[in-house]
């Protein structure tokens, strides 16, 4: 069964560094998603991506963010300057319609020290 | 701003009994609802949905019920597993901006003791 796959599983970095955090959705998928977690909070949306641009980000999503799908198959997230409170799970997903179920790939953890 | 609630932050339902999860959402233009499953250390996995035009959708063990007018919804699991027992969010779609944004509610964690 397609599924979603994150790389890496865990990233630890210091404050002020860049992190690039990779995704590839289910192959046939066109719509694709980044999520965070908060540890013991909810799930919460960052940004939806389709046709090789954002449709929808979310108050987190802020200027040192940013998505990319470089070479039609990778979707990734960048966090230009990571701050302490990025720590947090995140989740890619994707979808092959707007409307669609989510197919959620297992999350990379971040850690910013 | 909480538009999607799952009021419960934790629930423990002996095996074989029924599992009830609740949610509560706030805005009206939702139309299309999900429930998602969780486990530690992976991502939410899609487990049954319903469109705002249905009141009822079952798939085996699992049974999603909309209250449009009481704006809830509410997941059965019948009878319940031990292999349940995971963190269950829900989730709201919304049409906004051309394209479909999901919100989902802070998750309920389920316990099924054996």
């Known amino acids: 069964e397609p599924e979603v796959t994150q790389t890496p599983s865990h990233q630890v970095t210091q404050m002020g560094q860049e992190v690039i955090l990779r995704c590839v959705p289910i192959?046939?998928?066109?719509?694709f998603y980044w999520y965070r977690q908060i540890l013991g909070q909810k799930v919460e949306f960052l940004v939806s991506f389709y046709n090789n641009e954002i449709s929808e980000k979310s108050e987190i999503f802020d200027d040192q963010f940013s998505v990319e799908r470089p070479d039609g198959s990778n979707f990734t997230l960048k966090i230009r300057s990571t701050k302490l409170e990025d720590s947090a799970m995140y989740f890619c997903?994707?979808?092959?319609?707007?409307?669609?179920?989510?197919?959620f790939g297992p999350g990379t953890r971040l850690l910013v020290l | 701003d909480q538009q999607v609630k799952q009021n419960s932050p934790s629930l423990s339902v002996q095996e074989g009994r029924i599992s009830i999860l609740n949610c509560d959402y706030t805005n009206s233009m939702f139309d299309y609802f999900l429930w998602y499953k969780k486990y530690p250390a992976e991502g939410p996995t899609f487990l049954i949905s319903i469109s705002s035009i249905k009141d009822k959708n079952e798939d085996g063990r699992f049974t999603v019920f909309l209250n449009k007018s009481a704006k809830h919804l509410s997941l059965h699991i019948v009878p319940s597993q031990p292999g349940d027992s995971a963190v269950y969010f829900c989730a709201a779609t919304l049409f906004t901006s051309g394209t479909y944004k999901y919100i989902f509610g802070t998750g309920t964690r389920l316990k099924v003791l054996a």
């Open positions: 192959s046939n998928h066109l719509y």
């Open positions: 997903a994707s979808s092959a319609e707007g409307h669609g179920t989510q197919y």
